[in-house]
């Protein structure tokens, strides 16, 4: 039977393998993004991401105020400085979103993430700095895999560069201009593209998450906040650079 825990193996084959798994197959596997949530913790107990420390990074995110978001903890290794090279981190197929992260400067407890309002996330934050999310997928048809798939395989994440860090400030993100360059590809530009009008809209959402096991997030804690520009098409050995003007820029090589 093509159950939660069946799942998580296949998912633990794909990623130790390097392969990639049918959705076509798994269609009717999960039924709730709690099973999604649950299938994420198995495969990092599994491939032992966080056995001795808890996630460092995380990304959530979503398409509007009015949507649930989603959230995933990246596995270590993948995150990297701006700069790095991922030529030899295994992907099957490449595609750049570009992100603001949010550092913490307080650890949240379980009751804390339960009272957290919008309007008071910003004394959370101690910085914050200019991400390259990497996305790629264990699933054979990749974004056309049903949602809840996609969320058990971590939204679809590859990996992270970011770039250095400032102190954090709020800002007229209607009127911040991201800028992307990818290969030889003509540049992205996008101005006040967000999707839920303000980075920091996801801290309230993504701490409930991250603590609903009853686990304290501790300082330093880095969450990336979802893409300004989609998802857009990457091959390897491409340079990717992104720019925030008036917060910093990040750089990868694929």
């Known amino acids: 039977m093509h159950d939660a825990a069946a799942l998580t193996q296949a998912l633990v084959g794909a990623r130790r393998q390097h392969a990639l798994v049918s959705a076509a197959d798994w269609a009717q596997a999960l039924q709730t993004p709690a099973e999604a949530y649950a299938v994420q913790d198995a495969v990092a107990s599994e491939l032992a991401w966080f056995s001795f420390a808890p996630p460092a990074h995380w990304k959530s995110g979503g398409p509007s105020r009015d949507a649930t978001l989603t959230h995933a903890p990246l596995p270590p290794g993948g995150v990297r400085a701006s700069g790095a090279a991922f030529d030899d981190w295994p992907m099957h197929s490449r595609a750049i979103e570009a992100e603001i992260a949010l550092r913490l400067g307080h650890d949240v407890s379980p009751a ?41 395989d971590l939204q679809s994440h590859a990996a992270l560069a970011l770039g250095d860090w400032l102190p954090y400030a709020r800002r007229n993100w209607p009127a911040q201009r991201c800028e992307v360059r990818i290969g030889a590809q003509p540049p992205v530009v996008r101005t006040g593209t967000h999707s839920l009008g303000d980075p920091a809209w996801v801290l309230p959402q993504w701490l409930r998450h991250a603590t609903r096991l009853g686990a304290t997030v501790p300082a330093g804690t880095v969450v990336t906040t979802g893409t300004w520009v989609g998802m857009l098409p990457a091959q390897e050995g491409d340079e990717v650079s992104v720019e925030f003007p008036g917060i910093g820029a990040a750089s990868l090589q694929l």
Request: charged content about 30%.
């Open 112 to 152: 804390q993430a339960d009272e957290l309002q919008h309007e008071d996330v910003g004394r959370l934050i101690d910085a914050m700095t200019v991400s390259i999310e990497v996305c790629d997928s264990r699933w054979r048809e990749g974004a056309q895999a049903p949602a809840l798939l996609r969320l058990a």
